[in-house]
């Protein structure tokens, strides 16, 4: 890559930064922690047994230098027999030792990683669950690869800490706890003495606490970008490819990829010194123990067997230390994710259901727009002051240039935005008023962006409503004339398409999501630049058949192909979020205003 390329890349990576790219500010506290753990209550009963299983481990791995103490002095100090049958008793009991914490651990193993398999599906559900109830503002602000990392990598993270991280975290917690005891209980002093070394390792690594957990927020912030990143040029490499800008994209992502690689070495990096500072611990501690056990030996104030017991009760004691310490690394990485995670459920919805929000009956179509302001940025009205009045049955046209306010109607009319001010109401009711469900379920979208999911033409027709019959999805095909050309393809209604319908020309994805809104039967119908991407004659087709399914539905249609709506009962002319013209066809050509002026340069380029 040259250096005007990589010069290009770093351009164009300062300006892509991403609102949801800011670092989170937050301290490190336990409470984040617990709210992970939060996620693992439902399942406290499997844990258990579990937990059982781990305490029984981890006492036989103390019984074991106990045993082994009594072996050394008992040969020592007994002869002949007496010396065989001491060892042979006590080679036994450590062979149960041995057995017995192998089954625990395989127990112990196996459960926890199902376990924590499981919380992480929850955490998953939970967090995908939340996200579909956000408002439309929300995905404004946020690219969907940054999205996407939340709900994959971020969740990802956490799984070593719900596989075995708890569990682990008690039971070396429990074993330190247990070698400590006994250390002191075989010799104060000497216990003292190889824990003197305990402290001085816990101020060094609490230094590096808050350098790590930044360092690995930083690596999941880089990750984010890339994420985000590929999803945008995937659904733009056509528009790559025809600019021929191939080399400008790869440089830009090689930019980041290499901050990424220098983010995430950082933080491994600074993650490994754990490993380096128990091990010095460790081994100062090992020198103390030897030099001031052989004083002690000398004095006679200790046995052989004890010393080797310590050595071998200090060997169990750093190897905990050392786990616990990765376990912080663990921590500091799901605080990392779990910031992120929680960023996103704590996210609420612009657009909030009331407390006592109540299913809306069953409509007529009547539709009010009682003094509408809206604005997508505070101070940069959208919409100013719109006032519409539409009786059940009407069809209604938006039109105006782009920015006009058109989309924002409709958007406003199916909940996805509230106003800042005024109101929206169907048959007399407050939108506001009534559960989101339920007002959507009554309202059918066709949109110019038309989008067909992975799966079968049936399946995408069904969508519409999922308990639609075969004969009702076949007839609403027929009714938009998509039928011919879904029989056409290798697998009729079986045809399998690909992410986004790729396979399909737009016009017949059109004709697919126009089938979805028929079969859901609406009583509100939503036409945003329906019939943009249908050659002439299906247009024509698709207009006979609205004939008939419009009729006693209320529809609001945007057509910038102003032949579309000539017989719509009104039209609404917006320009720059106020009604400027309104009447239906015939009054507004004879005004000679802003609509005919439309009509006029639409000729212009036929």
């Known amino acids: 890559m040259s250096a005007e390329q990589a010069s290009k890349g770093r351009n164009r990576n300062e300006r892509f930064v991403y609102q949801d790219d800011d670092a989170i500010e937050k301290p490190f506290n336990w ?174 690594s609490t230094s590096l606490r808050k350098r790590i957990r930044f360092a690995w927020q930083d690596v999941r912030m880089k990750q984010s970008r890339i994420n985000s990143h590929l999803n945008e040029s995937i659904q733009g490499m056509k528009v790559t490819q025809a600019f021929v800008q191939e080399k400008d994209n790869m440089g830009f992502f090689d930019h980041m990829n290499t901050i990424n690689l220098k983010s995430w070495n950082k933080a491994s990096a600074l993650n490994q010194t754990f490993g380096p500072v128990i091990e010095i611990t460790a081994a100062i501690g090992t020198c103390i123990l030897f030099w001031y056990g052989a004083m002690l030996i000398q004095a006679e104030v200790i046995t052989i067997g004890l010393l080797i017991a310590f050595a071998n009760y200090i060997g169990n004691f750093w190897e905990p230390i050392n786990r616990l310490g990765q376990m912080y690394s663990q921590l500091l990485i799901a605080m990392a994710s779990s910031e992120r995670i929680f960023e996103f459920i704590d996210e609420e919805t612009t657009v909030r259901e009331g407390d006592k929000a109540q299913l809306l009956p069953p409509i007529k179509g009547d539709v009010t727009f009682d003094n509408i302001v809206f604005e997508y940025e505070k101070g940069r009205q959208a919409l100013k002051g719109i006032s519409i009045d539409v009786k059940a049955g009407q069809s209604i046209a938006l039109v105006g240039h782009t920015g006009s306010g058109k989309s924002t109607i409709i958007n406003l009319l199916c909940r996805f935005y509230d106003p800042v001010q005024g109101r929206v109401l169907i048959d007399g009711i407050d939108i506001r008023d009534v559960n989101i469900e339920s007002l959507r379920s009554q309202i059918g979208i066709v949109l110019q962006d038309t989008f067909i999911f992975a799966g079968s033409i049936r399946d995408n027709i069904r969508y519409g409503r999922l308990d639609a019959t075969d004969d009702e999805i076949e007839e609403a095909a027929k009714a938009v004339h998509a039928h011919d050309f879904i029989m056409g393809l290798p697998d009729g209604y079986d045809t399998q398409v690909e992410e986004r319908g790729n396979v399909l020309s737009m016009g017949q994805r059109q004709l697919l999501s126009f089938a979805r809104a028929l079969l859901a039967d609406p009583r509100i119908l939503i036409l945003d630049e329906a019939t943009a991407s249908i050659d002439t004659e299906t247009e024509l087709k698709i207009q006979e058949a609205l004939k008939t399914l419009l009729a006693g539905r209320t529809s609001f249609m945007i057509a910038h192909r102003l032949s579309t709506i000539r017989h719509a009962d009104d039209i609404i002319v917006l320009d720059h979020g106020v009604i400027v013209e309104q009447g239906n066809h015939e009054q507004l050509v004879a005004k000679r205003g802003v609509y005919n002026g439309l009509i006029e340069a639409q000729f212009r380029f036929l």
Not at 112 to 117: A, M, P, S, V
Not at 124 to 133: M, P, S, T, V, W
Not at 134 to 151: M, N, T, W
Not at 191 to 204: D, E, K, R, S
Request: hydrophobic share 50%; charged share 15%.
């Open 31 to 204: 409470a984040q922690i617990r709210r992970l753990y939060f996620y693992m209550r439902p399942y406290r009963r499997q844990l258990m047994p579990v937990l059982l299983m781990m305490v029984v481990g981890t006492l036989t791995r103390l019984g074991t230098p106990l045993l082994m103490l009594q072996a050394i002095d008992g040969i020592l100090g007994e002869k002949g027999s007496q010396n065989v049958y001491h060892l042979v008793g006590i080679g036994a009991a450590m062979l149960a030792l041995y057995i017995l914490q192998w089954i625990s651990n395989t127990y112990r193993i196996k459960y926890t990683n199902i376990i924590g398999q499981q919380v992480i599906y929850d955490l998953r559900a939970h967090l995908f669950q939340h996200i579909q109830k956000l408002s439309f503002r929300f995905y404004d602000k946020r690219p969907a690869g940054s999205i996407l990392v939340r709900v994959t990598n971020d969740v990802n993270a956490l799984q070593d800490l719900f596989t075995n991280g708890v569990v682990n975290l008690l039971m070396d917690c429990i074993q330190l706890a247990g070698i400590v005891i006994i250390l002191l209980a075989l010799n104060i002093k000497l216990g003292l003495a190889v824990m003197i070394t305990v402290p001085l390792m816990f101020i060094v």
